[in-house]
């Protein structure tokens, strides 16, 4: 299964666009990228999903890079209650597997 | 619907007791997940059903581990004759079919004393 490797940790001011970063060397064609969120004491919350092509919605943007290597969440205004565990996972399409790692805390400072 | 809904919300057992999880799932949504995740770590996938068949279960997932989702409603995760590494909080998910998007329950936490 292809893995994916975050920091452990990241830092951001409040109201300041946050960029976290996932590399994926491995990932194969049919592999997308998944992102979800973790609030403390909470279960995972999904954000946003790709494949090739840049991605936005409410909640964030995803950037990929054209080798598909390594990707970022981009979340434009961060705010207090963005303040979570972020996963990057690869997944492929229709298959229920989806391997998770540590993820990137993020902390916010007001 | 409010989302996945998941009973009890915390459990705390002695060893060697039996404890049961339910979830709710969103009630279109075909595809149902059991996670399981300790502190600081990612949830770890331990099975899946489609509808009311149970169609991948990790190694994880021992033979004190069961899980069943009668009519491919609601879902319960037995565990029997818990041990203490078994404290964990138990995550379910929903998915309605290949939309790439699983929405989680808050979690049963579990502590085996």
């Given at each position: 299964?292809?893995?994916?490797?975050?920091?452990?940790s990241?830092?951001?001011n409040e109201?300041?666009p946050?960029?976290l970063p996932?590399?994926?060397s491995?990932?194969?064609?049919?592999?997308?990228?998944?992102?979800?969120r973790q609030l403390?004491s909470?279960?995972?919350e999904?954000?946003?999903?790709?494949l090739?092509?840049n991605?936005?919605?409410?909640m964030a943007?995803?950037?990929?890079?054209?080798?598909?290597k390594?990707?970022?969440l981009i979340l434009?205004?961060a705010?207090l209650?963005?303040?979570a565990?972020?996963?990057?996972i690869?997944?492929?399409e229709?298959?229920y597997?989806?391997?998770?790692?540590?993820?990137?805390?993020?902390?916010i400072?007001? | 619907?409010t989302g996945?809904?998941?009973?009890?919300r915390h459990?705390i057992?002695?060893?060697?007791?039996n404890?049961?999880?339910?979830c709710?799932?969103?009630?279109?949504?075909?595809?149902?997940y059991?996670?399981?995740?300790?502190?600081?770590?990612?949830?770890?996938?331990?099975?899946?059903?489609?509808?009311e068949?149970?169609?991948e279960?990790?190694?994880?997932l021992?033979?004190?581990f069961?899980?069943?989702?009668?009519?491919?409603?609601?879902?319960t995760?037995e565990?029997?004759?818990?041990?203490q590494g078994?404290s964990a909080?138990?995550?379910?998910?929903?998915?309605?079919?290949?939309?790439?998007?699983?929405?989680?329950?808050?979690g049963?936490?579990?502590?085996v004393?």
């Amino acid at each position: 299964d292809a893995k994916t490797t975050q920091p452990n940790s990241m830092e951001s001011n409040e109201e300041e666009p946050v960029h976290l970063p996932c590399n994926h060397s491995t990932i194969s064609g049919t592999d997308y990228i998944h992102w979800y969120r973790q609030l403390p004491s909470q279960g995972p919350e999904y954000v946003i999903h790709g494949l090739t092509s840049n991605v936005n919605n409410r909640m964030a943007s995803l950037a990929i890079a054209e080798d598909r290597k390594s990707s970022t969440l981009i979340l434009h205004r961060a705010t207090l209650r963005d303040a979570a565990v972020y996963y990057c996972i690869l997944r492929v399409e229709g298959n229920y597997q989806l391997i998770w790692g540590a993820g990137t805390k993020l902390i916010i400072k007001p | 619907d409010t989302g996945v809904s998941q009973d009890p919300r915390h459990k705390i057992t002695k060893r060697g007791q039996n404890v049961t999880f339910r979830c709710d799932p969103i009630s279109e949504h075909n595809r149902l997940y059991w996670y399981r995740q300790t502190l600081g770590q990612g949830p770890e996938f331990l099975t899946y059903f489609q509808n009311e068949a149970q169609l991948e279960k990790s190694r994880l997932l021992s033979d004190r581990f069961s899980a069943e989702r009668p009519k491919g409603s609601f879902s319960t995760l037995e565990i029997q004759r818990t041990e203490q590494g078994d404290s964990a909080m138990y995550l379910c998910a929903s998915e309605a079919f290949n939309t790439g998007e699983l929405f989680f329950g808050e979690g049963s936490r579990l502590t085996v004393l």
